[in-house]
């Protein structure tokens, strides 16, 4: 088990001499694992491409997004409005955390191994003792919104740039996902505000991942199979594949275009990462959640899933793991 005076970096296992196999706590169940048979290879599936600028019909563009969340929960959006350069430069900066400081400066800036969704550099996901499988995967996790939330001293001070690119991306992405937020709106037959309206205050916080190369990626998972628990995620990858969506019951993977952003419908969409033995790989997934005040249920009648408390939802998320959709689908009435 992890300890507050001894975290264990994925990272620096990777990193260990001659390493040709992976530790037993990463090993996923045979039926977890990256198989060959529909393991991304599917070419006649991609995930579809949203073009968000130019003057397309807001109709139009409506009616292509809720095509895209019915059939896939997850799509690509070009022309968004974010400055390409400021995708380049999050990357660039989370890169070079990872790879250019020292792990016991990097450790610096540990997250609370025991708390959820604590701040700073961490490696599980769950809190330390709920972790069944453990993810081949090493993160940093920035609060952003409410700005009260926001305190850039406990964000790297390496590269020199790293603060200021974080909040500039952040302020950019909020401005995406209320847009997206209005769209999907509209495409359901709703008011263009009602989405917004029902998360209240928006909380938002910025996730970069860092897969290290695997000496077994046949029997690992960078980031076991879940789905996402707000309203809306919009990720960026860097030039290595990894990340997969989960469609008819197969694992698509989702290929890089370095000026598109991903965006996840929360939790209708089961995704995963997958390692590689040649390549490290970088994620950047900016989560945009209602507060855990905030009571959640469907829009239309008759309900298909139970009201919830957010802060509930969230706790059992994180004390019972993903496995997959398992949060919500246990909601289903
Ligand atoms: C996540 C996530 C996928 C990736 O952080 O929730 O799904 O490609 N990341 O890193
Ligand atoms: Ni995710």
Redesign the pocket.
Known sequence: MEVADAPIRVQSIAQEDRKVVVPPEYIQPPENRPSKLGNGNATDHKIPMIDLGGDKDVNLLCEEIGRACREWGAFHVANHGVPIALLDEIRKAGTSFFEELPMAEKLRYSCDPNSPASEGYGSRMLVASDDAVLDWRDFFDHHTFPLSRRHLSRWPHSPPNYREVIAEYSDQMKVLAEKLLGLISTSLGLSSSFIEEAMGELYQNI?I?YYPSCPQPELTL??QS?S?MGFI?L?I?DKVA??QVSKDGEWVTVDPVSHAILVILGDQTE?R?ITNANRARL?V?TFHDPAKTMSVSPAFKPPRYRQVIYGDYVSSWYTKGPNGKRNIDALLI
Request: aromatic fraction near 0%.
């Open positions: 996730t991942s960078g980031l879940h996402d995620t990720l990858q990894g990340l995704h990462a994620s997934a």
